[in-house]
């Protein structure tokens, strides 16, 4: 994310914490298309990537606005189709090809969303956010969704990055959180002398992997230098890049992760966590509800779970711990040729409104809509996070988001190959940068 992004989510994250402290395809397919099911509904197709099983928390809660929505509005039905994230991803692109996508859905913002908008497929949504959510969105975050000054997404979430893990095994192995990347790789030995897995991630689409490289970028060339790389101010064959890659090859060298790893989605390589056969788990706040409200996770590992920001790495120029990998998450999109184009921006403001509330007391996850959470009972967990954000001094959106889908996509099958030692850093980095380099020509 670059600083004129970047600086105004950080402020107004400050805003929240003083608000904090005061205080599968769905059941409904019946449907035959947008203009209308057998009873005279207009029909609204709705795509969203939080499956029962893997997203509950966000699920319910999308799955309850829906309801709503609908008894408010007899004349329509919402159809649904739930995908998880990667399944998604690959089914956006398809029906973008054809020019068949869904009524409302759900996008990345940046670089994800600009060849969505340069093919006319996303149309404007600043008449409806002017209407419905005018003042709604945390500054500077609804502004990753806009091009030439038209915003093209609804954004419904922030996104923070950390090592999870779990206090119990570290108490277990005398081991203390790490604050240098030094300290990091004594618990690795550790808890390899000790048969425990170090940490669990699913490399078979890459993107999980990413967030062990970006950290380690940042740590070692500085909060700037991805963000730097897409805006062509430094190049993706930096030494620092390179030896970001090389680190990761040493983690893999060191059995820090499962084996197998690279054959296994984010949801299989989760469970070695969720099941306590791993020790840590780097990702995403989107992973909270897990950690806090989940009626589905056991109050007894609830309570095991912790969180560390990723260490500094000696020597590096990444010397402020309070730098992180985050940034914007899902937000939603209309669809430029839909039939039922002003019902789907209606529903898609409602949701995003309702969300912000919704998401905070129900799944303790972070929105990108202001909530005054004075008087909401909320896990520890959540407000210490908000307390860090407070004092964040960069957040780095995800290399993957700030890159094209055709850099993306690359990106993640060269993860994959790195972290599985198919390819070397060099050719990791060598590959990337071409790409780069034939994207700006």
Known sequence: MNKKKALPIIVVLVVMLSLALSGCTSPDNSAS??????????????????????????????????????????????????????????????????????????????GFLKPYVEGQLFTPLDDVIDANLKDNFIPGVKESYAIDGKTYGMPLELNISYIFYNKELFKKYNLQVPKTYSEFKNIVKT????????????????????????????????????????????????????????????????????????????????????????????????????????????????????????????????????????????????????????????????LVKEWGDKSVTDAGVIPATKVDTAGKKLDPMYVEILKDLSSASNVTTYFDTQASPNVAELHHDLIAALFGKQITPQQFVQQTAAALAEESN
């Open 33 to 110: 298309g947008s203009q209308g099911a057998s009873n005279g509904q207009t029909v609204i197709k709705f795509m969203h990537l939080w499956p029962e099983g893997s997203s509950n928390a966000q699920y319910t809660i999308v799955n309850k606005i829906i309801q709503d929505y609908e008894k408010q509005h007899p004349d329509i039905k919402i159809q649904t189709e739930i995908l998880g994230n990667d399944q998604y991803r690959e089914k956006l692109k398809v029906l973008a090809s054809s020019n068949e996508l869904p009524d409302v859905g759900m996008t990345w913002s940046d």
């Open 191 to 350: 808890l390899n002398d000790n048969g425990v897995i170090p940490a669990a991630v699913g490399n078979k689409e890459g993107w999980p992997g990413s967030f062990w490289f970006m950290y380690l970028a940042d740590r070692i060339g500085g909060p700037t230098l991805l963000t730097d790389v897409i805006h062509g101010k430094r190049s993706f064959d930096d030494p620092a890049i390179v030896k970001a890659a090389e680190e990761v090859q040493s983690l893999v060298d060191m059995n820090t992760f499962e084996k197998g790893n690279s054959g296994l989605s984010n949801d299989e390589a989760k469970g070695y966590f969720m099941n306590e056969q791993a020790a840590m788990f780097l990702t995403a706040t989107w992973e909270l509800p897990n950690y806090t409200t989940s009626p589905d996770v056991p109050q007894a590992f609830k309570d095991k779970i912790g969180y560390f920001k990723f260490p500094l790495y000696e020597g590096g120029k990444g010397t402020d711990i309070n730098s992180y990998v985050g940034g914007p998450g899902v937000g939603l999109f209309v669809a430029e040729n839909s039939e039922v184009k002003e019902q789907a921006k209606d529903f898609a403001a409602f």
